[in-house]
C-alpha cells in the first residue's frame, strides 16, 4: 500500500446504527478512507465492484446472505483483506472464528454504543492499516467430510518424548495456520502451548473447533491446567500463560499483566517460560503475524537449546512476527507453512534427528 493514498474502507453491516458508529469512529483518521457502506452481502457485491476497495469490515449476522457464506465466496472470487466485527454472543463467536478459517485476518467486538466510538476508532484504524497489508490468496475448498485429519507422516513407529513441549505463537493470520500444524498432530504427541492472539470469549469458540478437528485434546487454558502429552493449551484472550514447575509436575500460569509487544496473551510471555523450564526439550514455531510479538522469546529458546522455526514469507498473511524472529536469528529453520508439520515432528521423537 501507498503510504500517502489514504487506505479505502467498505462497511458492511445490516444495522445502519452500526454503520454510522463505524464511519464516524474512522472519520478523524486522515490514513483512511471510508468508501461507502453496504447493508447486506448483495448490495456488498456491486459496491466492492464499484468501488474497489482496499478493505472490508464485515459483519456475520446479515438478512438474505451470513457473513460466512459471502466471505467463502469473497475469497474464492476477489480475495480482499476482511475484518469481522461481530457480536459477543455464543452462535456469533463460533461464526466468527469460522470467519477467521475462512479467510478473515481480524475479528473485533461490535461497539456497545457511541460511548465507545472514540475507543473502538483508534482499534479499528490499527487492525485496517495492518488488514490492508495482508497477502490474502484464495482459499482452497474445504474437505466435504468433516471426520479428523489422519495426522502426518504415518506415526506407528515413532516414539513421541512425553516431556517434549511445543510451542506455537501466531497473529493476524493465525487460525489457519495454528488449525494446520495441529491437525498433523498425533495423539502420542507432546504437549502443545499455543499463543493466539485474538480476543477474549473468541478463544475458546477458537479451541473447541479445533478439539472437534484434531486428534489430540485441545482446550482453552486455565489457570493450573496440567501440561501433559496429547494435549495443546490454548491461552486465553486478554491474559498471559506461562510455564510453570509445581510439585505435581508441569502446569500452565494464565494470569492478567500489562501488555508485552502490545499484546495480551503475548507469545513472548510464553516463549520466554519454555525457554527457562523447557530447554533443549522444546521446539518453538512463529507463525504468521503483524509486530515483533515472540521474535526475543524464540532467541531465548534456540540460546537453551530448543529447535526453532519460523514460517517464511510467501505463505504468511502478515510476515511481521517471523520476520523479526529471522532478523534476530531467533529461527533455526524457515518453512512455508505446509511443510511446517512434517520438519516440526521429527524434533518431537524421542530420537530427535541430528
Do not use: W
Request: charged residues 20%; positive net charge; aromatic residues 4%.
Amino acid at each position: 500500500m501507498n503510504p500517502l493514498v489514504p487506505i479505502r474502507v467498505l462497511i458492511v453491516d445490516d444495522s445502519a446504527l452500526v454503520r454510522k458508529m463505524l464511519t464516524v469512529a474512522l472519520a478523524g483518521d486522515k490514513t483512511i478512507n471510508v468508501v461507502g457502506t453496504a447493508p447486506d452481502a448483495y448490495s456488498a457485491r456491486d459496491k466492492i465492484l464499484a468501488l474497489n476497495p482496499d478493505v472490508i469490515t464485515l459483519d456475520i449476522e446479515m438478512p438474505r446472505m451470513d457473513g460466512i457464506t459471502f466471505l467463502k465466496k469473497l475469497m474464492n472470487f476477489r480475495p480482499l483483506p476482511v475484518i469481522v466485527i461481530s457480536s459477543l454472543g455464543h452462535a456469533a463467536c463460533q461464526a466468527s472464528v469460522d470467519a477467521l478459517r475462512a479467510g478473515a485476518v481480524e475479528i473485533l467486538h461490535k461497539p456497545n454504543g457511541p460511548s465507545s466510538v472514540g475507543e473502538l476508532g483508534i482499534t479499528l484504524g490499527e487492525k485496517i492499516r495492518v488488514a490492508a497489508s495482508a497477502h490474502v490468496k484464495s482459499r482452497p475448498k474445504p474437505p466435504k467430510h468433516t471426520a479428523k485429519q489422519t495426522p502426518l507422516p504415518p506415526t506407528a513407529a515413532i516414539d513421541y518424548a512425553r516431556d517434549r513441549i511445543l510451542a506455537i505463537g501466531a497473529s493476524t493470520g493465525g487460525p489457519p495456520a495454528v488449525a494446520e500444524i495441529l491437525a498433523a498432530m498425533p495423539k502420542n504427541v507432546g504437549p502443545i502451548l499455543v499463543v493466539q492472539h485474538m480476543p477474549a470469549v473468541f478463544t475458546s469458540h477458537f479451541a473447541a473447533r479445533l478439539n472437534d478437528e484434531c486428534q489430540i485434546e485441545v482446550k482453552e487454558a486455565v489457570d493450573g491446567d496440567e501440561v501433559i502429552p496429547g494435549r495443546a493449551l490454548i491461552a486465553p484472550g486478554g491474559f498471559h500463560m506461562t510455564l510453570i514447575q509445581t510439585s505435581s509436575g508441569l502446569r500452565v500460569r494464565v494470569a492478567d499483566g500489562p501488555l508485552v509487544c502490545f499484546s495480551k496473551p503475548s507469545v513472548d510471555v510464553l516463549f520466554s517460560s519454555v525457554a527457562a523450564l523447557a530447554k533443549d526439550k522444546a521446539v518453538g514455531v512463529s507463525l504468521t503475524g503483524m509486530g515483533a510479538d515472540g521474535a526475543r522469546g524464540l532467541l531465548e529458546m534456540r540460546n537453551r537449546g530448543a529447535a526453532t522455526f519460523a514460517q517464511d514469507e510467501d505463505s504468511c498473511v502478515v510476515f511481521g512476527m517471523p520476520k523479526e524472529a529471522i532478523r534476530l536469528g531467533a529461527a533455526q529453520t524457515v518453512l512455508p507453512l505446509n511443510k511446517l508439520a512434517a520438519a516440526i515432528l521429527p524434533q518431537l521423537a524421542l530420537i530427535r534427528p541430528r
